[in-house]
């Protein structure tokens, strides 16, 4: 076993490596050209996405598609992410962060508009979408759409679902002194209620805590930034310079280079926000919308909202906070700055991971049962929600960072197909973008 975890997490470092950072990040900075820098419209992508008006054939609003992609989005890698990234690169990697939110709107924009305009509709009326269906319908490449939805499914049940159910139950234990029977029991039953009423009921839970979520995370990140308020200035000097000079030693922190800045700052964003990997494209092939082009806007709002937006307000108030040079990593770097104000910090910290990570099971929960129902049809939908339910209950029992690097695997085999598509289909994507935008 312990041989088979070093290969297995070798392979993972290996296909998250520079080649696929530099292909994803390539892609992002290609589609921002050809698309004319669609990030100057999204002002009015927020604008339509609160939209809840029915617009055009689909199962859920504009708003319930983006915030059922954005539960499954906005999670852990929002907060132990961006702490992952400054304790590795150096404060210099928030700004390559945001950067690469920044650019990631591209790529999200088009595979949304890919997602809408390849879409199906079963024979029960609901709609059916994603990179599968594109692979098939656009590119002639059916094989390609099974390699993705397999790889799809088995992404969705590791970092979906298994990971975030531990994540909260060893939250519950180490805060509050919880037993992680009791815990993954209660999430089990609150998160089969949901998933087993389909995405109607999915988007309806979501529209409700996904804007609670947030506000009452970044409300709390505020204040905490509030309480040092003159240093956010010197704060947001260390950003921008680490960016460009690296970080010199300060206390316990070993420095970090412009190369290391780069590095987590640009893989930790992608992680973050998943442009280009495909997941959110499945929920946008859902709305009800007029024109590919409409969705598109939505859900490229949603990589503005999760890291040009929050990932970057995350990693101020680490970076202000001062814990950052004091060799404290990850998960207790984030305890630590969020600790600053006692009480309150911990609270916020407490609620925001509890909340994000169960919009998370939800949002993936979706995303795998398409994957699913293209591989195996809607037979085996109910059987897969029972399943999902029931994988949420160990998940809260046993330690996965196995588990974890065999999801970053299964995450990353499904960007490729996804980045094929992306790349040969993007004349499609400018002359939908031609007719429906631009003119």
Aim: net charge positive.
């Amino acid at each position: 076993m312990a041989e088979f975890e070093y290969w297995v997490f070798a392979v993972r470092d290996g296909v998250w490596g520079v080649p696929l950072l530099v292909l994803l990040g390539g892609t992002h900075l290609f589609l921002t050209v050809r698309l004319r820098f669609p990030q100057r419209y999204i002002g009015r992508a927020i604008k339509i996405s609160f939209s809840r008006q029915r617009e055009g054939e689909g199962d859920i609003s504009q708003f319930g598609a983006l915030t059922t992609a954005l539960a499954a989005t906005v999670g852990t890698g929002n907060i132990v992410g961006v702490a992952t990234a400054v304790s590795a690169g150096g404060p210099g990697a928030v700004l390559w962060m945001w950067l690469t939110g920044v650019f990631g709107i591209s790529t999200k924009y088009a595979e949304a508009l890919l997602a809408v305009k390849y879409r199906v509709s079963q024979p029960d009326g609901q709609m059916a979408g994603g990179p599968m269906y594109v692979l098939e319908r656009g590119l002639g490449a059916r094989w390609l759409g099974v390699c993705f939805a397999v790889f799809c499914a088995l992404a969705a049940f590791g970092i979906g679902n298994l990971v975030q159910a531990n994540s909260i139950a060893s939250l519950a234990r180490e805060s509050y002194g919880l037993s992680p029977l009791v815990v993954g029991a209660l999430l089990a039953l609150a998160a089969g209620a949901v998933i087993l009423g389909g995405i109607k009921q999915i988007a309806r839970v979501c529209q409700a805590l996904v804007p609670f979520m947030a506000l009452l995370y970044l409300g709390g990140c505020l204040v905490l930034l509030f309480v040092n308020l003159e240093g956010i200035p010197h704060s947001l000097a260390l950003i921008v310079n680490g960016a460009f000079s690296g970080q010199a030693a300060l206390g316990g922190f070993m420095g970090a280079g412009v190369k290391e800045a780069v590095r987590y700052g640009v893989a930790r964003g992608l992680f973050s926000n998943e442009s280009g990997l495909g997941s959110a494209p499945i929920v946008a092939a859902a709305a009800q919308t007029r024109d590919p082009v409409r969705q598109a806007l939505v859900s490229s709002s949603g990589t503005f909202w999760d890291t040009v937006v929050i990932c970057a307000i995350t990693g101020l108030v680490l970076v202000n906070s001062g814990c950052w040079h004091e060799g404290l990593k990850d998960a207790a770097l984030t305890r630590a700055a969020f600790s600053v104000l006692d009480g309150f910090g911990p609270l916020i910290l407490n609620v925001g991971l509890l909340t994000f990570v169960f919009s998370t099971i939800l949002g993936w929960a979706y995303y795998g049962e398409k994957a699913v129902e293209y591989l195996l049809g809607r037979r085996a939908v109910l059987a897969y929600r029972i399943l999902w339910t029931v994988m949420v209950f160990v998940g809260a029992q046993i330690s996965l960072n196995l588990v974890w690097a065999l999801a970053d695997i299964a995450n990353a085999l499904m960007a490729l197909p996804n980045l094929i598509a992306l790349l040969l289909l993007q004349r499609v994507v400018v002359e939908e973008t031609s007719r429906h935008l631009w003119q």
